[in-house]
């Protein structure tokens, strides 16, 4: 028995052999070992990790250049928008500049107005004049006016009489201030004809009632000719 099964066991072992010689002969001559190992599971599995790799690497590089490139022209935009704006904003200086100087020359110029509004002669003081001009300064300042007045004044009665007591035109006005008819100075003395005092004490007080200052009857005068 056992000799039987000891050759029935060698003939399958040897029909195994036989099998298996022939399977390994073909794989020799019809396969690829490299072609085998490209198929195999598992180096497939590499393969597409492999190309998943470099198709990220790729895509990172682009990306990181776009970064780059839109980040540089992104600044140099934002640097130019700065250089505008600095450039507006030293501009909008400058006019501000100009405008501030322009009011202020205008302030001074009107401040020199106000001082002086009517550009009229303003004495220091009283000894500047002599005669009814003294005379008239001294009462100007007695009946609450300044030196600036007192200039308005002077210069008025210039132009009206040139401050002669006994100046007259042909229509009848008279006397330092021109008053018209000259009878109206009666008001402050019966000598209104002669005495400069009595004169410059009625023309003060007409001045006062009808414009306020010599220098409003000054300005009206320079307007229209007359006060």
């Given at each position: 028995?056992?000799?039987?099964?000891?050759?029935?066991?060698?003939?399958?072992?040897?029909?195994?052999?036989?099998?298996?010689?022939?399977?390994?002969?073909?794989?020799?001559?019809?396969?690829?070992?490299?072609?085998?190992?490209?198929?195999?599971?598992?180096?497939?599995?590499?393969?597409?990790?492999?190309?998943?790799?470099?198709?990220?690497?790729?895509?990172?590089?682009?990306?990181?250049?776009?970064?780059?490139?839109?980040?540089?022209?992104?600044?140099?935009?934002?640097?130019?928008?700065?250089?505008d704006?600095?450039?507006?904003?030293?501009?909008?200086?400058d006019?501000?500049?100009?405008?501030?100087?322009?009011?202020?020359?205008?302030?001074?110029?009107?401040?020199?107005?106000?001082?002086?509004?009517?550009?009229?002669?303003?004495?220091?003081?009283?000894?500047?004049?002599?005669?009814?001009?003294?005379?008239?300064?001294?009462?100007?300042?007695?009946?609450?006016f300044?030196?600036?007045?007192?200039?308005?004044?002077?210069?008025?009665?210039?132009r009206?009489?040139?401050?002669?007591?006994?100046?007259?035109?042909?229509?009848?006005?008279?006397g330092?201030?021109?008053?018209?008819?000259?009878?109206?100075?009666?008001?402050?003395g019966?000598?209104?004809?002669?005495?400069?005092?009595?004169?410059?004490?009625?023309?003060l007080?007409?001045?006062?009632?009808?414009?306020?200052?010599?220098?409003?009857?000054?300005?009206?005068s320079?307007?229209?000719?007359?006060?």
């Amino acid at each position: 028995m056992i000799p039987l099964l000891t050759r029935y066991g060698a003939k399958v072992a040897a029909v195994l052999v036989l099998a298996l010689g022939a399977v390994i002969a073909v794989n020799a001559v019809t396969d690829d070992p490299a072609e085998q190992d490209a198929q195999h599971p598992s180096q497939a599995a590499a393969d597409q990790q492999a190309e998943a790799e470099e198709a990220y690497e790729e895509v990172r590089y682009l990306h990181v250049n776009y970064i780059a490139e839109t980040a540089g022209a992104d600044v140099t935009v934002k640097a130019e928008a700065v250089g505008d704006y600095a450039l507006d904003k030293a501009a909008g200086l400058d006019s501000a500049q100009e405008e501030a100087d322009q009011a202020a020359e205008e302030a001074e110029a009107a401040a020199a107005a106000n001082a002086n509004p009517t550009s009229v002669d303003i004495p220091a003081s009283c000894e500047e004049y002599s005669g009814n001009k003294a005379t008239g300064c001294a009462m100007a300042l007695d009946a609450g006016f300044d030196l600036e007045q007192v200039g308005c004044l002077v210069a008025l009665w210039d132009r009206e009489s040139g401050w002669n007591h006994l100046a007259e035109n042909s229509i009848g006005a008279y006397g330092i201030p021109q008053a018209l008819p000259g009878p109206k100075m009666e008001s402050a003395g019966s000598d209104w004809e002669t005495n400069p005092v009595t004169q410059i004490k009625w023309g003060l007080g007409y001045i006062e009632g009808r414009y306020g200052t010599p220098c409003e009857a000054w300005n009206h005068s320079e307007e229209v000719g007359w006060y």
